[in-house]
């Protein structure tokens, strides 16, 4: 018997259908896991309050209907979405000192930050055509950005990533495994394919096809932005709208697209020298500081959107104040 067939004979005795996988252990954790969950507790709790709030504020307040508004509160949905992959089972995993997952809640939680990522490329390229459009185009904003275009891209926004995923993930599940340790904080689509012994072309062309697709999208945003600068040298009134409306789509992009790239190039490329603590912050990074910082940027920095945050909060006050007084007299 040859080589090959001994070398197709031996996988194939070692493939087996794991129930669970093993997760990586953050590092110390027998030590220091009720400071890493009071930490991650602490973030999570953060990214709900922040993102909730300005989607509700959006929501109750009809001077903020507008089209660059409402992608900002996708882009706050999708960032509740995408940490909900994570937290809660980091959270799980810290209390009981237990790192395992269910081979199918892995592959969930591998749909849900893949889509969740995708998502908020999609999202922050409309936002960039909208800025576009309002910027360089003003006296057709109104008819270009009407409820109908709103709506279909908003549908190409959600259901374009979600269409990519789930033939990502049937084609991973597809994959008999040999092993059943990820060495990483969470699932991914990508450490589950290495999980297998057998031929995985196909997911690697087309995981090259998306990541090609959305790295195209990246390209497209980048280019929008550079013709944005060009158009606003000659205005004030346009420099002012480009400070104020696109410099937290170009922060928020800049720090996504940094952590993606690292995230992709070290999963399929990287080394086992890299530190262990910057290579779980650079994974961990995109899934932190996007969605806890986005809202904040944009509450900070869109005047209508502080205006109204404000405007609540002294509402809410005032509310809490008079049912203060009522108890009193009561």
């Known amino acids: 018997m040859d080589k090959c067939k001994l070398k197709h004979l031996y996988m194939m005795e070692n493939m087996t259908n794991f129930a669970t996988y093993t997760l990586m252990e ?15 507790l602490f973030v999570y709790v953060m990214i709900l309050f922040v993102n909730i709030w300005l989607s509700v504020v959006i929501v109750l307040e009809r001077a903020l209907h507008e089209p660059m508004y409402i992608f900002l509160c996708n882009l706050c949905v999708n960032d509740i979405y995408g940490t909900a992959a994570f937290y809660p089972k980091i ?49 057709d904003y109104h008819s270009k950005m009407n409820t109908f275009s709103c709506s279909i891209l908003l549908a190409f926004c959600w259901i374009i990533p979600f269409l990519i995923m789930f033939i990502a993930v049937f084609l991973s599940n597809r994959l008999v495994p040999c092993k059943n340790h990820i060495d990483k904080l969470y699932c991914d689509n990508w ?18 096809i998306f990541i ?7 390209i497209v ?29 170009v922060i928020s992009l800049i720090n996504l697209t940094v952590a993606i ?40 920095k869109l005047t209508e959107v502080r205006k109204r945050i404000l405007k609540l909060c002294m509402n809410c006050t005032k509310k809490i104040d008079s049912m203060k007084h009522v108890v009193y007299i009561l």
Request: charged content about 15%; some cysteine; proline content about 5%.
């Open 91 to 139: 959270l799980h995993d810290l209390i009981l000192n237990s790192y395992i997952i269910p081979s199918y809640m892995c592959a969930f939680q591998a749909f849900t930050v893949y889509t969740y990522v995708m998502c908020e490329y999609s999202i922050l390229a409309v936002m960039a055509y909208d800025r576009h459009v309002a910027i360089c185009r003003p006296l």
């Open 212 to 218: 090609s697709l959305y790295f195209g999208l990246v």
């Open 261 to 300: 790239l690292f995230d992709t190039i070290y999963n399929r490329y990287g080394s086992s020298d890299f530190p262990v603590t910057l290579r779980n912050f650079l994974a961990l990074e995109m899934i932190i500081v996007p969605p806890l910082f986005n809202p904040i940027i944009y509450g900070l």
């Open 26 to 40: 953050p590092q110390d954790s027998k030590s220091y896991r009720y400071i890493y969950f009071t930490c991650f």
């Open 221 to 249: 945003i980048t280019v929008s932005y550079i013709k944005l600068i060009i158009a606003c040298k000659a205005s004030l009134e346009c420099r002012r709208k480009f400070w104020q409306t696109c410099v937290p789509h």
């Open 191 to 208: 450490s589950i394919v290495k999980l297998s012994c057998g031929s995985t072309f196909v997911n690697n062309l087309y995981g090259f």
